[in-house]
């Protein structure tokens, strides 16, 4: 099963890349990113999205459906 998982994956990647290079959707650039400013935008997105979303989601509308 995993075999065909990771031929799946190579393949859609084969096919989706080109695709969103021809649209303009992926660009690829050569930028100079420093570990600090990875680690930035890693706590930034953790921060800023999952953990509001995990805390909105989990948090307010899981419990107001288990009382319905």
């Not at 998982?5 to 190579?10: D, E, G, P, R």
């Not at 393949?11 to 890349?17: D, R, V």
């Not at 930035?40 to 909105?56: M, S, T």
């Amino acid at each position: 099963d995993l075999f065909k998982v990771f031929c799946s994956l190579i393949l859609l990647t084969l096919f989706l890349i080109p695709l969103g290079t021809l649209s303009v959707f992926i660009k690829f650039s050569i930028l100079q990113v420093s570990i600090a400013d990875v680690v930035k935008i890693i706590l930034g997105v953790y921060f800023l999205v999952a953990l509001p979303e995990e805390l909105l989601f989990r948090g307010l509308f899981q419990n107001l459906l288990m009382k319905c």
